[in-house]
Nanobody, 116 residues
Framework: QVQLVESGGGLVQAGGSLRLSCAAS??????????MGWFRQVPGKQRDLVAQ???????DYADSVQGRFTISRDNARAMVYLQMNSLKPEDTGVYYC????????WGQGTLVTVSS
């Protein structure tokens, strides 16, 4: 079974930055060949994909975060990161990492709160 542990969230003022980290562990989950993503969920809404990175490190972003967020990965350490700059109040939510295709069990997520 794969375990995903997110960290790095917190309270930040609008315009500030945060860097989220995600550690994957377990057996036979083939981290390096699978596309990883960061997802955001706010109360009462579905979990949305905001950034993804392929095994070849090709990236894609939701329009709302394009140009402000950067996703990266370290396959040797089975880690994925999300650098979030120029944060806006609408970026507030719980952020999760997971494989984009055939997601594993979701972790606890990390809460990001952006104050205006």
């Amino acid at each position: 079974q794969v375990q995903l542990v997110e960290s790095g969230g917190g309270l930040v003022q609008a315009g500030g930055s945060l860097r989220l980290s995600c550690a994957a562990s377990g057996s036979s989950f083939r981290f390096s060949v699978r596309t990883m993503g960061w997802f955001r969920q706010v109360p009462g809404k579905q979990r949305d994909l905001v950034a993804q990175i392929t095994s070849a490190r090709s990236t894609d972003y939701a329009d709302s975060v394009q140009g402000r967020f950067t996703i990266s990965r370290d396959n040797a350490r089975a880690m994925v990161y999300l650098q979030m700059n120029s944060l806006k109040p609408e970026d507030t939510g719980v952020y999760y990492c997971n494989f984009v295709r055939d997601p594993e069990v979701w972790g606890q997520g990390t809460l990001v709160t952006v104050s205006s």
